[in-house]
């Protein structure tokens, strides 16, 4: 039998309980909080953290147990709106469905995020297994196809349909989730998202974008990146008081990390 994703859900689920989530609450955060981003090799995973993001496939549930009993939130790293060819359930998208190359990310193509029809398997496996292995939220990258060349015609409209679809589906799991850049759809999906994750707000100049998740009290993860800047110091101040959690990471977002100082 051919190994696939959903086999090695049905495995984890074995060794894990679940309760509804309507019978429990999902992390909410509010304000500053200090947090990492590690996806790909070397890690360091010794930092006390309040919050860590990590990715999907490669973080075992013995390291995620390992950040929280520690008291660190762990969020899952979870390609939403680009297919990857090196990743365990690769073969499960639909040809239909994928696009045109994602352009710098080698291995990436574009998803047509229209089609939650055939997306939906895929992505509920993917948080199937999230949950499964003890995350306590996701973030979905690449929720801005609206003004990406993918190959598709797709709408504003259509990646807030995709944006609340996975809203959903992350809560009915007990999974807390991030609004991933998107600072044009923040008005409109800050009440569904409990936190944002932004990169090159600063680099780009559109930070304000996110003035409504400040508004609500909600967490922001902002990254910047160091092909931009080698020193953050001058902006902590300004977005640390509007509970802007601010980072300077390399662009492979390796153990490589800089905050802002005390």
């Not at 930092?47 to 860590?52: S, Y």
């Not at 639909?94 to 080698?106: N, R, T």
Request: proline content about 4%.
């Amino acid at each position: 039998m051919r190994v696939t994703l959903f086999n090695i859900i049905s495995i984890f689920a074995l060794f894990s309980s679940f309760t509804s989530a309507s019978a429990q609450t999902w992390w909410q955060p509010h304000d500053f909080l200090s947090w990492d981003w590690q996806l790909t090799e070397p890690y360091d995973f010794t930092r006390p953290v309040q919050m860590i993001d990590l990715d999907l496939f490669e973080t075992s549930p013995k390291t995620i147990k390992a950040f929280q009993s520690n008291g660190t939130k762990v969020i899952c790293y979870i390609n939403v709106g680009a297919w990857e060819d090196w990743r365990a359930d690769a073969k499960e998208f639909p040809s239909v469905i994928i696009g045109k190359d994602y352009a710098g990310w080698e291995g990436e193509k574009w998803l047509d995020i229209r089609r939650i029809d055939l997306l939906a398997p895929i992505m509920k496996a993917r948080m199937d297994l999230c949950a499964a292995k003890g995350f306590d939220g996701m973030e979905p990258d690449n929720m801005d196809l609206h003004w990406a060349n993918t190959g598709f015609p797709i709408s504003k409209q259509d990646q807030i349909r995709y944006s609340l679809w996975l809203a959903n589906e992350a809560h009915k799991r007990g999974l807390s989730i991030g609004q991933k850049n998107a600072g044009d759809l923040a008005s409109v999906l800050v009440a569904h998202f409990d936190w944002a994750l932004t990169e090159d707000c600063i680099a780009d100049n559109w930070c304000a974008e996110m003035t409504p998740y400040v508004k609500a009290g909600k967490s922001i993860f902002a990254a910047e990146y160091t092909d931009n800047f080698q020193d953050i110091s001058p902006y902590c101040n300004k977005v640390k008081k509007h509970g802007v959690s601010l980072i300077l990471k390399d662009r492979d977002l390796t153990k490589s990390l800089k905050i802002c100082p005390d």
